[in-house]
């Protein structure tokens, strides 16, 4: 059986909402190449760039190669994804960075993630009968669109760290927008794959289809004036011609006319976003220092925890191919995962326990649980009791996490190293278009439901709240230097990407191309994924002797990394996407 054949068997074995779900999402990867054993490996000395398309990781390596510095080449790359990525991350939407700075020899972590509007509230995923929203009801339109904060976080980080003159930074994602681009495979796939959703407002429709309303096709060049003209004007005017004036007032106007399920995003809303300096979380493994994105992201707490408690055991005299590897790896990440829906969320919102959670007696005590030979059952697979600084308690949340979202990596010549997880959330976000790039649904990020057993939920809607995330761009550290720099898209999945590729590299001392490649095991809430078409499959039938229901998924992450070595830099893109890493 084909690579291809198997693969949609695994979709087969889905469950018929979680098939259309995947169906619709960015998941959905036309050219996939699984079962590789490692990707490509570009080497360079000076500086790099990996990112989920050709012309933007070239955008960011003309950058670096003109004395840019990594921060200048992060404004390129953002801006050519927003164009020739426009269902992954944009202008309308958020982003997460964790950014090691050479002269200061630290890591600053800037959060430009979305907010909820002003007149949000708690129920705003709730139906008339105050059951939560079915996921897409609540996900196409303006209901689910947040402040966006990815426009900010440039201008932010440019101010702190750039270099270049802002307005340069604009130029190749405007060129290519007024020259054209050629739409690639997975873009023109996608397209298909969203059908009638796509075609739900009218500036959406008129951009990815044709006049007789046919879906663009691969290798049609596609010219996108309307992004040139908001480019242009962000790099005459800076961030405030995004976040005021005519640019705003498309958004919300786009926002607040969207049909039935219209949104409540004001311009006080734009007006007033805040991008936030976050102190970033690191924890210790294995003598190296793994640094990433605290809340409101749970990225590098859940993978801290991981890590917490993986380190109590000898993952490394175990091997990559051994069921019990697979076991403590599953295991742990599902007591994380417990922890993660019960006490993580905007920390400038609800109290969590941060210190609590990564404290080295809480996870020796809770990698205890792992110290048996079957998988945990489900009763012992729940959130723990960590120590607490705050008295309150919550319920655990259902918030729904669907795939699109890009990575990227990038090094420059001083040593700075940018690693950065952007999104729209939803492939294609919450499919509104205004100004030639799409309107984010992070919204759907937060909890539908708000009580749980009589508690709040941390994670519930909130005026001016950011919904929890799961991205975790990561820098590893040793003897405080920057090692290597990593991270995914993949909704919740993200964390499992992100912890798997960085116990491959440190336990397993496997290469970065190979980090990137290698097939997916990831179990969140039991059921245990394993990536379709891939050698994920041989440990199936060990997996369910240990007490694990086994799903074959398509799994597309979108893993970018770059490694800095003695030798100099090694970069790889996951062969699942369409990505490459380029340097000098
Ligand atoms: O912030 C989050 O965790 C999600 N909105 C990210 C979505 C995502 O990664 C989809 N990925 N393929």
Not at 165 to 184: C, H, I, N, Q
């Amino acid at each position: 059986m084909s690579t291809r054949t198997i693969a949609a068997l695994g979709l087969l074995l889905l469950s018929v909402p979680d098939a259309l779900a995947q169906q619709a999402s960015d998941t959905v990867a036309p050219e996939r190449a699984t079962g590789l054993a490692s990707a490509k490996v570009v080497t360079a000395k000076e500086h790099m760039v990996a990112a989920a398309h050709p012309l933007a990781a070239e955008a960011g390596e003309q950058v670096l190669a003109a004395g840019g510095s990594a921060i200048d080449a992060m404004v390129a790359v953002q801006t050519v994804l927003g164009l020739v990525e426009p269902q992954s991350s944009g202008l309308g939407g958020g982003a997460f960075l964790v950014y090691y700075d050479a002269g200061a020899k630290r890591i600053v972590t800037l959060d430009g993630r979305e907010t909820a509007p002003m007149e949000a509230t708690p129920k705003l995923f709730l139906d008339d009968k105050g059951e939560p929203m079915q996921f897409f009801d609540a996900v196409v339109g303006g209901r689910s669109v947040g402040t966006p904060g990815t426009v900010m976080l440039m201008q932010e980080a440019h101010n702190r760290w750039g270099r270049t003159p802002w307005k340069d930074l604009f130029a190749p994602a405007e060129k290519l927008a007024r020259d054209g681009f050629t739409v690639s495979p997975r873009l023109a796939g996608l397209i298909a794959a969203e059908g009638d959703r796509l075609k739900a407002f009218d500036a959406t429709t008129a951009y990815f289809f044709g006049a007789d309303g046919t879906p663009l096709k691969a290798g049609t060049v596609l010219k996108n004036p309307a992004y040139a003209e908001t480019l242009s004007a962000i790099a005459k005017g800076g961030a405030p011609a995004f976040y005021g004036g005519a640019i705003a007032e498309a958004i919300v106007d786009t926002v607040r006319m969207a049909g039935k399920n219209a949104g409540v995003l004001s311009l006080a809303d734009l007006a007033n976003y805040q991008v936030k300096v976050r102190q970033p979380v690191c924890v210790e493994y294995r003598a190296l220092e793994v640094c990433g994105m605290g809340p409101p992201s749970s990225g590098a707490v859940a993978i801290g925890q991981m890590l917490g408690m993986l380190e109590n055991f000898d993952l490394r005299a175990l091997g990559k191919d051994n069921p019990e590897s697979w076991r403590l790896i599953g295991d742990a990440q599902r007591l994380a995962f417990a922890d993660r829906e019960r006490y993580l969320a905007d920390t400038d919102f609800v109290p969590a326990p941060i210190k609590g959670l990564l404290a080295k007696s809480y996870l020796g005590e809770r990698a205890g649980l792992l110290d048996g030979d079957k998988a945990l059952g489900e009763d012992a697979a729940t959130s723990g009791k960590p120590e607490w600084d705050h008295a309150s308690n919550f319920g655990r949340d259902a918030a729904i996490e669907l795939p699109s979202t890009s990575h990227f990596v990038i090094v420059d010549k001083e040593g700075n190293v940018v690693s950065m997880t952007t999104t729209i959330e939803n492939g294609f976000g919450s499919r509104l278009m205004t100004g030639g790039f799409l309107l984010n649904n992070e919204i759907t990020d937060f909890s539908f439901k708000t009580h749980d057993e009589g508690l709040p939920v941390a994670n519930r809607v909130e005026p001016r709240k950011r919904p929890r995330s799961s991205m975790s761009p990561t820098i590893v550290l040793k003897d405080g230097k920057p090692l290597l720099a990593i991270g995914s898209p993949g909704g919740s999945q993200i964390i499992g990407y992100v912890a798997q590729a960085l116990v491959a590299y440190i336990d397993w001392e496997m290469d970065v191309g190979e980090i990137v490649a290698m097939p997916h095991l990831i179990n969140r809430f039991g059921p245990y994924d394993l990536e379709a078409g891939t050698d994920a499959e041989k440990l199936a039938e060990p997996l369910k002797a240990l007490g694990y229901e086994v799903k074959l998924s398509e799994m597309n992450s979108g893993l970018h990394a770059i490694e800095l070595s003695a030798e100099g830099l090694r970069g790889a893109a996951d062969p699942r996407r369409e990505g490459v890493a380029a340097g000098k």
